[in-house]
């Protein structure tokens, strides 16, 4: 069964500061990963995905398949990141269902 | 270009009244998907349609019936609500290949 882990429910810090929220995952075979973004009472946008390899919105994100580990980073946090990041996998083939994690609810604070 | 439409945004139902809640997508996708959000519980699959004419259950589907009416649409029903289905609905599309999910703005729903 695959599963998503992210181990913090709530993560703070201060404008400036750099950030990490945490993602670990299970499966057996080849995953794909995500992280989805939802603001306030607005809908959940995609942010990254592992195989674009690129930075949005200043984060980024890398895929280690020995830690099975999709760490989100980004140096520098800004107020507007404040919002509920999720991790999400999918295990490709015919109906790419995600598998989200609980999420991680981050406040930057000013 | 609208994207994925849930409608509708917020409803208040009593236990055992029946709702569907819908959803389009004018994207041209294949793959549809239902979702329930529950703090501290993140999203959690209910049902999902790989493509026309086929719908699968997902992780918590009891409680719900799903129909792919056509390319673009995907509904959810409960046909007995109870309190322990309110919660924010998340309706999502994606076309094949492991592309990324696009989501709707979510239905609000609480049964009392």
């Known amino acids: 069964a695959q599963r998503v882990t992210q181990p913090e429910k709530l993560l703070s810090v201060f404008k400036g500061a750099p950030v990490e929220l945490k993602c670990n995952y299970s499966?057996?075979?080849?995953?794909?990963l995500f992280w989805y973004v939802q603001y306030s009472r607005q809908r959940l946008q995609l942010l990254l995905r592992?195989?674009s390899r690129e930075s949005i919105k200043g984060f980024t994100a890398d895929l280690n398949k020995g830690e099975t580990s999709f760490h989100l980073k980004k140096p520098f946090a800004q107020e507007e990141d404040s919002a509920m990041y999720y991790c999400a996998l999918t295990s490709g083939g015919s109906n790419y269902k995600l598998t989200f994690g609980k999420g991680t609810l981050l406040t930057v604070n000013p | 270009n609208a994207g994925v439409t849930q409608t509708p945004k917020f409803q208040v139902l009593k236990t055992g009244q029946s709702m569907t809640l819908q959803c389009a997508q004018d994207?041209?996708?294949?793959?549809m998907y239902w979702y329930r959000q529950d703090p501290g519980m993140g999203l959690r699959l209910i049902y999902y349609?790989?493509?026309?004419?086929?719908?699968d259950k997902g992780e918590v589907p009891n409680g719900y019936n799903v129909s792919r009416l056509n390319k673009r649409e995907f509904s959810l029903r409960l046909e007995s609500a109870a309190p322990s289905q309110t919660s924010v609905y998340f309706c999502?599309?994606?076309?094949?290949?492991?592309?990324?999910?696009?989501f709707g703005d979510g239905t609000r729903l609480s049964i009392l």
């Open positions: 994207m041209n996708h294949n793959s």
């Open positions: 592992h195989i």
């Open positions: 499966y057996s075979g080849s995953p794909e």
């Open positions: 349609s790989a493509s026309e004419g086929t719908t």
């Open positions: 999502a599309s994606s076309a094949p290949g492991g592309q990324p999910q696009h």
